[in-house]
């Protein structure tokens, strides 16, 4: 069978951060690496190519086509379905991804015919060679099929570990960057994370428990990627030490030379502070380390194991082993303009090199979403605005309006004052540090509208 994967280009109306930067579609990858050995299998990326759709769709001419999405894809997953079944009706169309695993069900529509929850080696391939006879789909672990009213079996599954097949996307791979590294690949190590954090998808989607992948085959995978960046995408890298030993060895006996990446707890960095040193000299550039939020009570109410004073901690272990910080912290929708200020002063105190804040955003079908359903602006299928980007929970101390306002000085003061410059020039050249700054302008216009708007 001929199969395209198909990762949809934004729509215009959205705000995210992959309108400016964006890393290779790994979930298509993985689905490809599945199928590659019987079926012609092509990876259409939208965000990263000029394509037509209609175009590579009729020159290719597959009889599957295959989506994945974010929750502010699914109006876009849905137009391309409806446009495919114009061109040619016979095309049976999946649809995947971080979506189908939180909400399936906002895929149970005329278009599409299959989703996908989530992925294992053994459905994706029951349900192609089913596909492939042209027979009825019988109910599959993790499948939606409309000829089965969209019911499914062993719904509370989760993704398995697939070694992605990075040559289905070549001829994208120069544009895959991971903030100001370009080219730049992903890689993952381990699966799942013990930490539960109640804002996070990841545990949810991988399993509440690390599930690590033999360092041997990580090397080799390693060894095959062209880049010359990797970001390591487990939710915690650092978390075992003796594992983080073992890679340090294993990529010095290879004698290799990349730039690393990763997600990093705060527990992680202050339990491992020798190990990190070692890191340093074998590549590791940044950790992405999630702060979160300057109050002891917020970070508990998080399920965050990490305390205020840890932060500071762990923020000075990584300027003494010369490894950036790349910081995340949640805006909290029951913050005034006491804490905003109080906020401000925490992160000028930990100084990461480079910081992101982002809205607290409970996403419909998360634990979030419950707690907070009658402060919640937007239905749950006004799927444009789940970007993380804007403020969908209503503030209870200051108006939308106001707090806005102190979303947009905030990003100002960060942005301007607090990110470093020189850091950003040094390590990633100045045409890329101006582009991020466009892209982070672009940002604050939205805000300054958004503000207006009220």
């Not at 446009?83 to 971080?98: D, P, R």
């Not at 991971?178 to 539960?196: E, I, K």
């Not at 444009?384 to 980007?389: A, G, Y």
């Amino acid at each position: 069978m001929r199969i395209l994967l198909v990762r949809p280009q934004r729509r215009k109306k959205s705000i995210t951060l992959g309108e400016f930067m964006f890393s290779e579609p790994l979930g298509l990858e993985c689905v490809a690496a599945l199928l590659r050995d019987k079926h012609e299998v092509k990876i259409l990326d939208l965000m990263a190519g000029k394509e037509d759709f209609s175009r590579e769709l009729i020159s290719f001419s597959p009889q599957v086509v295959g989506f994945t999405s974010l929750c502010v894809d699914v109006q876009g997953v849905k137009e391309l379905a409806r446009k495919t079944k114009e061109i040619n009706e016979n095309i049976i169309i999946l649809a995947g991804g971080t979506q189908a695993f939180l909400a399936p069900e906002n895929f149970f529509c005329g278009e599409i015919d299959h989703i996908v929850k989530y992925t294992t080696q053994d459905n994706i391939r029951k349900l192609f060679a089913y596909l492939e006879k042209g027979e009825n789909v019988p109910l599959i672990d993790g499948i939606y099929s409309r000829e089965n009213g969209f019911l499914s079996t062993g719904i509370s599954g989760i993704n398995e570990y697939i070694v992605p097949d990075r040559e289905a996307t070549e001829k994208y791979r120069s544009y895959y960057t991971y903030f100001g590294y370009q080219p730049c690949a992903l890689l993952q190590t381990s699966r799942g994370c013990s930490s539960h954090c109640n804002f996070c998808l990841r545990w949810r989607i991988e399993g509440g428990q690390e599930q690590d992948e033999p360092l041997e085959d990580v090397i080799a995978q390693i060894k095959r990627i062209a880049e010359p960046s990797i970001m390591i995408i487990d939710n915690n890298f650092l978390y075992n030490k003796e594992r983080l030993e073992r890679f340090c060895h294993l990529l010095e006996a290879s004698n290799i030379q990349k730039n690393f990446i990763c997600y990093a707890s705060v527990e992680s960095i202050i339990h491992h502070r020798g190990t990190l040193k070692r890191l340093s000299k074998n590549g590791l550039r940044a950790c992405l380390v999630g702060y979160e939020s300057f109050k002891a009570e917020e970070l508990e109410g998080y399920n965050k194991k990490a305390t205020i004073n840890g932060n500071i901690i762990a923020a000075e272990i990584l300027k003494e082993v010369d490894i950036a910080c790349w910081a995340s912290f949640i805006l909290n929708p029951d913050w005034d303009t006491k804490d905003f200020l109080q906020f401000r002063k925490h992160v000028k105190e930990l100084a990461p090199e480079i910081s992101s804040l982002t809205p607290l955003t409970a996403l419909p079908g998360t634990f979030l979403y419950n707690k907070y359903k009658e402060r919640i602006f937007f239905a749950p299928d006004d799927y444009d605005q789940w970007s993380f980007s804007v403020v969908s929970i209503k503030p209870s101390k200051l108006s939308l309006r106001h707090y806005y306002f102190e979303v947009l000085k905030t990003n100002l003061y960060v942005n301007l004052l607090l990110n470093n410059p020189s850091y950003m020039i040094q390590q990633f050249g100045l045409g890329t540090f101006l582009g991020l700054a466009k892209g982070s302008l672009k940002f604050l216009l939205i805000y300054i509208k958004l503000m207006v708007k009220g």
